[in-house]
């Protein structure tokens, strides 16, 4: 049951298009077997083949919720060294 994934980590397999606008695929361990289910996403941009996620909810039967895992992301590490520099 999918929804044994929820607050489980996982890896994008097929692309996820940003807000909503489409689903992908991913690959999380849900009770002891890997599987792939389809997944959308809140974030602003598409999360690549590979993006580590976070399952979110379940949307319904079939499909999750995933955020990316904030270690990926490339703008907050920018970020907080321009704000290290500022102070």
């Known amino acids: 049951d999918i929804k044994n994934a929820v607050g489980a980590n996982g890896r994008v397999y ?3 298009p940003p807000n909503r606008e489409g689903t992908g695929q991913i690959q999380v361990v849900i009770q002891g077997r890997e599987r792939e289910v389809v997944a ?3 974030s602003d941009e598409e999360l690549e083949n590979r993006t580590r996620i976070t399952v979110l909810e379940q949307i319904d039967p079939q ?3 995933v ?3 904030a270690a990926k992301t490339t ?3 920018d970020e907080t060294q321009i704000e290290t520099t500022d102070t």
């Open 75 to 77: 703008d907050d590490p």
């Open 63 to 65: 499909t999750v919720l």
């Open 67 to 69: 955020g990316p895992i």
């Open 14 to 16: 097929l692309p996820i």
């Open 40 to 42: 959308l996403t809140d």
